[in-house]
């Protein structure tokens, strides 16, 4: 194993036992210690799913970034392997940042972005790839970077060129990259590629618009049922009376791809998630070429509980979701294994740590969960489905300059299906036609009572 890996992986078998387990998820994936963040290298290899993270092991706050791992083959039970990536060569000395994971001649490749910090403070971001042959141990190629900004047209910012998600198309493999313009405009490059290490510029694949934020973070892209998406997370989307009141958000981006020109015409943009914690979601393909995606349950700018009360960890994963095609957005459903997985819970009933309610809704609705001091509520009124921690005594505040406390979304909602863990609610509303997301702390008993 290479130095630095041996060492995470020491630290974290002499620390783990130290971390306070009193809100760490039961069925969300989350680290054994210290801080995670994005999801990364999404893929199914050899029967199993692999999940990879942006994981600082050494403090609860984000921190030079490795890449974490672990596996599963059901989504329910994960289990955790050493350290895959660790910044430890010149091209990626100040972080391992996010990409993803394909499968090639039973060979499983990463690719990822080199975050590198000159001496006087500029930062340069460039895409690396690593194999494995036993999808534990990873190599960092010998033609790493490869590619650097210098391949980026000059409307482009070399130093904000990051995330690369990988895929197949027509015997060619390409990567969907994020890119800053000049112009503070979020854009989408496409990288090309016919053996994995020769890379180059394709095309900028999307480009945003003004008020669509100035960096789009982690981007994806996939077809189903024929229509093109690329999901992705911007900084700053400017916010309307309901939509993106997060600072960043995180949007399904419907369209069509024009392969002779390669580029992505958009027809539709919507936000994937309505909640407060939603952010850089990655897919897969699994075994029955469903395509399930995972997010990361924060938000960046965010006050993280966990690290206030020392606790020894941060953030966790949502609930991996199957992705439908609906129109021009994206439904959401729970995999049944993990939804077996959850208890069911009814009104008046106390939550012990985890549990799912199913309501069928035909009049507004108001929910409660917790005490009477310290207490989250949700449900269904006046037309839109709603999450308010305002009443949460561990207060978690954000760099918004506008009240995050309460978010929600415009839907004639007939079913609610809300998932629970001893951190955060996934509300699902019409089988997954939207959803919302959010953490929660609550100390005292958690009893679910209608208001
Ligand atoms: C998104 C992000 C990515 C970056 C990573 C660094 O949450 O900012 O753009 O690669 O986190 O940890």
Known sequence: MRKKIEEVHQYIQENKAIVNQTFKPEKHFSAEIGW??????????????????????????????????????????????????????????????????????DTLWL???????????????????????????????????????????????????????????????????????????????LLGSDNLIDWNFESIFLKGEAHQGFMWECPDFFELDGQAFITVSPMRYQRTDEDFINLNSTVTIAGQVD????????????????????????????????????????????????????????????????????????????????????????????????????????QDIVLRLGDDSDYIEFGYQAGSVFIDRSHQKLEITGEEEWPINRRSVTVDAQHLQIFFDKNSVEIFVNHGQESLTSAIYLQGKKILQQV
């Open 36 to 105: 995670i963040n994005d999801p990364n290298g999404c893929v199914f290899f050899r029967g199993e799913y692999h999940l990879f993270y942006q994981f600082y092991p050494y403090d609860s706050v984000w921190g030079p970034m490795h890449w974490g791992h672990a596996k599963t083959k059901d989504f329910v039970n994960w289990d955790h392997l050493p350290v895959a990536l660790a910044p430890d060569m010149p091209y990626d000395k100040d972080g391992c940042f996010s990409g993803s994971a394909i499968v090639k001649d």
């Open 111 to 189: 690719m990822y972005t080199g975050n590198v910090v000159n001496e006087d403070g500029t930062v340069v971001q460039i895409q690396n790839m690593a194999y494995s042959k036993d999808g534990i141990h990873f190599e960092k190629i010998a033609e790493n970077p490869v590619a650097t900004g210098r391949i980026l047209p000059k409307e482009l910012v070399a130093a904000d060129f990051r995330d690369p998600k990988l895929f197949e198309k027509n015997g060619r493999y390409y990567a969907v990259v994020a890119a800053k313009h000049q112009d503070e405009i979020g854009t989408v490059v």
């Open 259 to 362: 392969w002779d020109k390669k580029v992505f015409v958009q027809t539709s943009v919507s936000e994937l998630d309505h909640g407060h914690d939603f952010y850089a979601p990655q897919s897969l393909l699994d075994d029955k070429g469903q395509r399930i995606t995972i997010a990361w349950m924060h938000n960046w700018g965010r006050t993280v509980v966990p690290h206030e009360l020392k606790h020894g960890w941060a953030c966790n994963m949502t609930l991996p979701r199957i992705l439908h095609k609906s129109g021009e957005k994206l439904r959401q459903q729970v995999p049944d294994a993990v939804l077996a997985s959850f208890p069911e819970l009814h009104v008046g009933d106390e939550l012990d740590a985890i549990g799912r309610l199913d309501l069928d809704i035909d």
